[in-house]
């Protein structure tokens, strides 16, 4: 006799639900080990940072600075939240805005021709033309924006105050 299909569907929707609290877990903090290393460069060298943002030639100067100086304090903001695991949904949504933000900012330098360093991880500027690998850097931001969306998807994980909470 033939294994029932029911129950193979059963044991797989099974494994899924013990291994897909654990995987998300992975994610949330691999998601906020990604924050730390982007913000803490650029936190260190903020004068940096704000050169990398007036490089994309995309916001007005007079927002330049500030945008500059804030982003590393919210990227760290949003490590602590997924470290946390506290609002995880809600932190994957604001991850994907900012992803959806850097995608369009890199597009944008693209398409206008500059040869541009992101900044995503310190640094940032212009750069020697053809030193600027554009589709290597969006196969990255594809590969953040897969996270998130896994995260929006898939929230509950291990280890999250969001459970802790739901619990209580």
């Known amino acids: 006799m033939g294994v029932d299909t029911d129950e193979t569907?059963?044991?797989q929707t099974s494994r899924w639900h013990a291994i897909q609290p654990w995987l998300s877990t992975v994610v949330r903090l691999g998601m906020a080990v990604i924050l730390i290393?982007?913000?803490i460069p650029k936190m260190l060298d903020i004068p940096q940072s704000i050169i990398a943002v007036r490089?994309?030639?995309l916001l007005p100067e007079?927002?330049?600075p500030l945008v500059g100086t804030m982003l590393p304090f919210l990227e760290l903001a949003l490590a602590v939240f997924l470290i946390l695991g506290l609002f995880t949904r809600l932190s994957s949504i604001a991850w994907l805005l900012m992803m959806a933000?850097?995608?369009t900012g890199v597009i944008w330098a693209w398409s206008q021709g500059y040869s541009i360093d992101c900044g995503c991880f310190g640094g940032g500027g212009d750069v020697a033309e053809g030193t600027t690998n554009y589709p290597l850097h969006m196969l990255e931001r594809l590969g953040f924006i897969v996270?998130?969306?896994y995260?929006?998807?898939?929230?509950r994980s291990r280890f999250s105050l969001d459970g802790w909470m739901k619990a209580a």
């Open 55 to 57: 490089a994309y030639r």
């Open 9 to 11: 569907t059963d044991a």
């Open 62 to 64: 007079a927002v330049v």
């Open 101 to 103: 933000a850097f995608s």
């Open 151 to 155: 995260l929006l998807i898939w929230p």
């Open 37 to 39: 290393a982007a913000a």
């Open 147 to 149: 996270l998130g969306t």
